[in-house]
């Protein structure tokens, strides 16, 4: 059986060494998050240092995998400041990527607020 293409697959090839640590650092925390909040269904949403998500891959999505993915009813029940997206790969290995595009909130930069609230989809 092949393995399954995915376009995310590029997206985290490309990642530089602090990247790269920093995108699986923050997947290992919305595995943590999900198993000690509890959480069921198929989003996250949790509290993080601005610094941290800033420095998440950006994967950009149309209108339409926006409305697949259910991220207009994510936003209207949990209101956060940012949308990411969880992947697991195949060696086990939790990934979290910032999700962007229309209708997706995105971080407005602000001197004085040094956390930011995260919606992962999982």
Known sequence: MGLEL????PLLAGLGP???ENCLSVGALVRRQQHLGRWG???VVF???RDHILELP????DARAANSMGIAKILS???P???????????????CIRL?????PTIQDNLFQSYTKMAVLV
């Open 6 to 9: 995915s376009p995310i697959i």
């Open 77 to 79: 029940v949990h209101h």
């Open 41 to 43: 269904g198929t989003v």
């Open 58 to 61: 950006e994967y950009w999505i």
């Open 18 to 20: 602090r990247k790269r």
């Open 100 to 104: 962007s595009g229309p209708g997706l």
């Open 47 to 49: 509290t993080m240092n």
């Open 81 to 95: 400041e940012v949308c990411a997206m969880f992947y697991e790969d195949q060696h086990g290995a939790a990934w």
